[in-house]
């Protein structure tokens, strides 16, 4: 598979811009701009999260002489994937308390390697992109659940003059007009996501649509988080024709002539025509089983990905993990060799152990950096009832903007997944299952947040008044997530370009960082950038692993 960025998508709802290339016939697994039997390493990786142990994997893959010692501060990996099976009258159900599903396309390539080489292709589970999960789509505003329209679903086109009547479009007739709109001031490099909006389109469009979207993807504040970063098309189109609309027809009209850079919602990466290419090749296995797909998982929840990536590294006698240690500085060794010492010492304060300190050729380094962003907390709320069909939707679940009246929402809830629909297969006995996602941006000046006992009632609150659920829940789970969703605010890219030329200044290439906080916050962005890390690990790239963002440079895998 050649993975490049083409897609060219604006559309309301928020949806990835991504152009999905066809999977290839089987062969052997190549790469390009790559030197060949590199010299052993000891390489380390910070952090044991789907981002270090997918850097893990992609470098003792790259560089099978290196030796490589991952870093992980908590007793167990995966970092916020976990998956757990619950016991129910009759069977078992399994419990998503972080991600639950992934999305196929050209970003998911380097995970659908992973799926090959792990041998989990027999374990997937997807849904299908006719499935009511995949075309039914809700959003509560102001107090009742509105399907939204989608021209390949007749049901939700006979409710769209519901979506209508609500209110929810209100400011659409905005899209037709947007090219008369004045053209952003020279001077204003960033601005919120909610100030692009309403600039370009809408306010009402901004509260109503495009924060119930970014609620689902950030849970986070569409005035607070930076449009540059996250609609960076949009942004540049308007920067090339001082209208989205005009800028996308000067992209259309010249790009016979001369390729422009591509611009896409995976928000780190500017294309130019010169190229970095790297091959991806898929069996037909994988091909076949993720082609009709609109996301997909696994029978025993997202952490068998997890579970899979650790067995196969713990059986690699050059690999070696340290759990419950922290690491708390990596700095230039004091030899001058240009390597890097990483000091380290047991997360557990009561432990006597001492602080080690360990001299490393390279390091990848996952945890975030405080100054870059902020991050939210989300509380994950599981429930089961053994009665099925307990609520008379059907599709993926809804979301809440932050327009919905406060008497709709005093719980401050962000959404609800309908899991019954939006996964199947995980579960050995009928009913019905809900998540309720409470949080993220409405508890950023909250002083205490609610515990498991309380969360339970909120989530419980939501699902009563929305859904209309009364019953006992047969079984239920509360995890709350604390800084788990960074925040790409205002200014983001400015910060992450100036921590970028600081790493590469001071470290030469030694340091490289990958992670949510650097390459999007979805779990195939993070393995994305692994798998683009450990090919620059293995030639030896100067760069940080930002290289997208600082020099504009294209990474594409080819087949």
Known sequence: MWLGK?????ELPLKLATSRAALCVPCAR????????????????????????ASAYFISSEMPNAKITIYEQEDKLGGWIQSRH????????????????????????PTALLIQELGLVEDLLTTSKNSPAARRRYILYPDRINCLPNMKDLPSLFGAWRCVSSGLFNGGLSLITEHLQPFR?????????????????????????????????YA????????????????????????????????????????????????????????TEIFINLDDKVEQALENASTFTFKNGLQQLID???QKLAANPQVQFRLNSSVNNYRKAEDKSGRIQVEASPADATSDNVETKDIFDQIVWTPPQALLTPSVTVQVVNFYFSKPNLHPYRGFGFLIPESVPFEQNPERALG????????????????????????????DDWEGLPDAEEGLELARSVIRRHLGIIEEPTATNVTTNYSCIPQYTVGYENRLRKFGYGLMNEFKGKVKVVGSQYNGVGVTDC?????????????????????????????????
């Open 6 to 10: 083409h897609g060219l998508l604006l």
């Open 30 to 53: 190549r790469h390009y701009a790559s030197t060949s039997n590199p010299p052993e390493q000891h390489i380390a990786v910070v952090g044991g999260g789907i981002s270090g142990l």
């Open 86 to 109: 619950v016991q129910v009258p009759g069977g078992e159900v399994l419990f998503e308390h972080g991600p639950r599903t992934l999305r196929p396309g050209w970003k998911a390539t």
């Open 185 to 217: 001031p020279r001077k204003l490099n960033d601005e919120s996501v909610g100030d692009f909006i309403s600039r370009r389109l809408d306010k009402r469009l901004a509260s109503n649509i495009v924060s119930a979207a970014i609620h689902g993807i």
């Open 220 to 275: 986070g504040d569409i005035w607070q988080l930076s449009a540059k970063t996250l609609f960076p098309l949009a942004w540049h189109l308007e920067g090339m024709g001082k209208s989205i609309m005009s800028g996308m027809l000067e992209m259309a009209s010249t790009s016979s002539g001369r390729q422009h850079p591509m611009w896409t919602l995976n928000r780190f990466e500017s294309y130019k025509a010169e190229s």
């Open 308 to 310: 899979a990536l650790k």
């Open 416 to 443: 609800v997944i309908f899991d019954s629909d939006a996964v199947q297969g995980q579960d050995n006995v009928d009913g019905t299952k809900v998540t309720v996602m409470l949080g993220g941006r409405w508890w």
């Open 527 to 559: 393995i994305l950038a692994a798998y683009f890390v450990a090919n620059d690990v293995r030639r030896g790239d100067p760069g940080c692993g930002l290289d997208r963002i600082l020099v504009g440079r294209a990474q594409k895998v080819k087949a």
